[in-house]
């Protein structure tokens, strides 16, 4: 965690992860990521209205999915851990949230992958950033099932 | 006429039902100023819906009841209306005071807003008001344009189209073109049109400015029916005749906004605004706002304001009975 | 004078400004926030009031619909 921090600290400002780009050891084992999986990486927050959108329907998604090949992460980017935490038991409550979140209050692992929306979805696999969807989309769920598709 | 300190209130209250980014809010707003002046009170309905992530329809439907007195020359010894004109009268009888009136106000409005790939947005608007005497049709149009992929620039174009029909009750001196004697009413229109510029920058990640100018023009018939001015003062005969006020009947005014936003703290906000505004009638006005909000929970938002505001007169403008004008416009 | 102050405003700003990153906005998106105040049926109706009592209008944008109470 530490060197993750250093790594980010000097370099925050110059990455910005590209498709086809290799993300860090330091992020991939942050992030917990195993080899030959594809990886749903999606960056939200509570005052994100888009974000609120999409979340129900990637939680749809992810029902329809193949766990041991697939998997999504939720990246809150809250500032404030405890308004995260909150946003994220409501949606849960309603069954709009049912993935892996990583709470990112430091903003250390957005600052990483730089995007330049809210929210961005990444795809990841063996550490290569497959491909990138960037801000507010329609029907999102159908969008993943289709790139899923053509990954395989 | 003399200035006078006048007291103003407004009571707003909100309750709102909402999931997610759509929301059906029910307000209620109350107006009153000190001496029994004007007072407002409006009920009303605001919809705010999202269709997907592209498309936001927001629909609004408000009551004004307005009553209260409005201050006008009239004649004493008629004792008629106090809206009452004529010719030839003693102006020692000439008062300037205030005079009843109510009204209802109904008014209407619907705007479309559209996001792009880009998330650009056009925003379609149409407004409809409709009071005893004045009626009210607009249509609007705005696109807002990102300046950068950050989404901290943004310029913006407005353009509105507004067309007024008020209804005056001919007198003589007045620009009716039916019957005078008969003291019939016609429905004389305006137009106006609206354009505005605007800049918008986010100079930190908890605050933003705002640029506008804008400018607006108008023709047609420009006057308030119900406000008098007086004229051929005859001070040897000790007479004056009582006429209905007359304004050019096109304007065209220019202005520049400056805005500023501060998210304080996480639970207080301020917004400054100053307005810089200029009209070929010669008015020019300063004003200048400032509103602190407050945010206590989730569910209340106060809010505390404070305007200031300065302006010059028209060119054509009449003080007070002491005045009495022949200008072509008064 | 006024197009003087106006400038230096812009120039104020154009040295302090910061290029905000999408995950940084959490207060910009704040609805006390928004221009115009968290209501734009009051904003308005103030708007009216106020229209009803001065001799100018405009600058809050083009879409406000007219009223005869001035």
Known sequence: MKSL?????????????QKG?????????????????????????????SCKKELPLISKVNLQIDPSKVEVIGIDVDKDVQRGIKFQESLKAN????????????????AEFNPIGMPTLYYIKNKKIIDIITGACDDIDEVILNDLKEME | MQLKLSIATAVLLIGVSSQAEDYVSFQYLQYNENDNRTT????????????????????????????????????????????????????????YANVEYEDTRLAAS???????????????????????????????????????????????LGLSYQYNEILVTCVENSSCSVDVASGASQKMDANLINAQLSFSQNIDSRSYAKFALYTILEDGYLTNPYMNVVRNYNEILDTADIVAENRPDSKTAFGGSVKYANALTDTISLQLAYRYYSDDWGISSNTLDSDVYFQYNEDWIFKLGLRGYVQSEADFYSADKDYFTNETYA | MKSLLILSTLLLFTGCIKDVKPWEKDMLAKETMKDGGINSLSKKFEEHMYFSKEASKGGNGVAGGGCGCN
Not at chain 1, 5 to 17: D, G, T
Not at chain 2, 64 to 69: E, I, K, L, R
């Open chain 1, 95 to 110: 069954g709009n949230l049912n993935f892996r979140v990583i709470n990112d209050p430091q903003n250390l692992v957005v």
């Open chain 1, 21 to 49: 780009d290799i993300i860090s050891d330091a992020m991939a084992s942050h992030l917990g990521l195993k080899e030959n999986k594809i990886y749903i990486v999606d960056f939200f927050a509570s005052w994100c209205g």
């Open chain 2, 110 to 156: 619907l705007s479309l807003t559209s996001r792009f790939a880009n998330r650009d947005e056009l925003t379609i608007g149409l407004n409809r008001s409709s009071e005893s005497d004045f009626y009210s049709s607009e249509v609007s149009a705005e696109y807002m344009h990102w300046l950068d992929d950050s989404k901290n620039q943004s310029i913006s």
């Open chain 1, 5 to 17: 921090i250093i790594f980010l600290l000097f370099f925050s400002n110059l990455l910005a992860y």
């Open chain 2, 40 to 95: 407002v009170s409006a009920p009303s309905i605001m919809i705010n819906k999202d269709f997907g992530v592209d498309y936001t329809l927001n629909a609004s439907f408000v009551g004004d009841a307005v009553s209260g007195a409005s201050p006008t020359y009239y004649d004493t010894a008629s004792g008629a209306s106090a809206f009452s004109r004529g010719t030839n009268l003693r102006a020692s009888d000439v008062k």
